[in-house]
């Protein structure tokens, strides 16, 4: 069944392989070549599928055999993953390409956000009706204020963490594969990632009344947008962790590496081996360079174009935009819009 395997939307060979084989089997993988073949849809809706997803192991396997809907529901988290992690690092050098080496900073965030965005994934869907398995999760038990009332289809957090950490775990909980230092810090970074996942399940509500009176408002606990627990999850790349392998007591286990004995943290990301730092490509380094990348004269952020381009200098090209403009209000009720060009000066590396 050869043509489907090549119709493996690039966007998932990619994804499903940092989340589970590259970093911990350390394989050479389906490298950028893959991401030439047009995303098609995959749909997995029969079992022998499940032989054509690259680098599984064993039980994620049977898990996929044994409940196809999660399967597909996981596939989309792969893509999720993938977008979200070069939405959430445009602005920095490392632009979330694929990273080799599993010891590092980035390897830690990709974990962490790959952990989060599996169950993030399924507590949706459990509250969309994508999976038959699942639903709403429960009303909680605590009571609201006068006006305010329980209601509405909670996402369903409990069934997305206990199914999410069961397939992006797998990897790690096998006996043979990958070091064991490597294994703790990934499965350390995949809790810190479900443990912000946690913190992002908040209270939402929305009014009833008459004509928008809100004088009731029916309230269910929802998670945060993915784009908010990256950005959470980003800010712990920025301060992560290095740790060391080391014996404390009669067992080994990562411990920072410049800091008095303390252990690590449960909300702190960590990492095993410093990184380059993402000027220059360096295949053997998992690095592409900051060449031709897009960045901004102005910003006093990452993506200044002298941090972001390393002081090698950025050149300017003239990008033409097209806008809305010169709107008006027909009663009733309709809007008239003409289009406007502008031309803007944009940057990339030199
Ligand atoms: C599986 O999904 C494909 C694509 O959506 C569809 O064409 C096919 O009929 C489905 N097969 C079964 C057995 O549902
Ligand atoms: C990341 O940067 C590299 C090097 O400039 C570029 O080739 C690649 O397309 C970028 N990826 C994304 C998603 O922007
Ligand atoms: C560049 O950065 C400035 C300051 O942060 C911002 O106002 C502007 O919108 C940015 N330009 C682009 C093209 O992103």
């Known amino acids: ?14 994804p499903i392989n940092v989340i589970i084989s590259q970093h911990i089997k350390q394989k050479p993988v389906i490298g950028q070549s893959a991401l030439s073949h047009t995303p098609a849809s995959l749909h997995i809706n029969q079992t022998q599928h499940c032989k054509l997803l690259p680098g599984m192991v064993s039980s994620q396997a049977q898990l996929c055999r044994s409940n196809l809907e999660l399967m597909q529901t996981i596939i989309q988290a792969a893509r999720e993953v993938k977008k979200t992690c070069q939405k959430t690092f445009a602005d920095m050098r490392w632009n979330c390409s694929f990273n080799r080496n599993p010891r590092t900073r980035e390897a830690a965030f990709v974990y962490a956000l790959s952990a989060a965005t599996i169950s993030h994934t399924i507590a949706r869907a459990c509250t969309s009706g994508d999976l038959r398995l699942c639903s709403c999760g429960p009303i909680p038990a605590q009571i609201l204020e006068p006006g305010y009332r329980w209601g509405g289809c909670a996402d369903n957090l409990h069934y997305g963490l206990i199914m999410g950490s069961k397939f992006s775990d797998a990897p790690m909980k096998m006996k043979r594969a990958g070091s064991h230092a490597n294994k703790l810090m990934h499965l350390h970074n995949a809790e810190v990632g479900r443990q912000a996942l946690r913190d992002a399940l908040v209270m939402k509500c929305k009014c009833h009344g008459v004509s928008g009176s809100c004088s009731i408002r029916t309230c269910w606990k929802g998670l945060q947008d993915l784009r908010e627990i990256a950005m959470d999850l980003k800010t712990k790349y920025l301060s992560a962790t290095k740790v060391v392998h080391r014996l404390v007591g009669t067992r080994k286990q990562l411990v920072p590496k410049d800091i008095d ?11 095993l081996q410093s990184s380059p730092d993402f000027c220059s490509r360096i295949d053997k380094q998992g690095s592409v360079g900051t060449q031709d990348r897009q960045c901004n004269k102005t910003s006093l952020g990452s993506d200044n174009c002298d941090l972001m381009c390393c002081g090698r200098g950025y050149n300017p090209y003239m990008e033409k935009l097209v806008e ?3 709107c008006k209000y027909h009663w009733c009720c309709y809007v008239t819009c003409k ?5 803007v000066e944009k940057y990339v590396c030199k």
């Open 339 to 343: 289009k406007c060009e502008r031309i």
């Open 324 to 326: 809305r403009c010169h």
């Open 1 to 14: 069944n050869t043509p489907l395997q090549l119709k493996l939307p690039a966007c998932l060979v990619i």
């Open 261 to 271: 004995i303390r252990p690590v943290r449960e909300n702190e990301l960590v990492y």
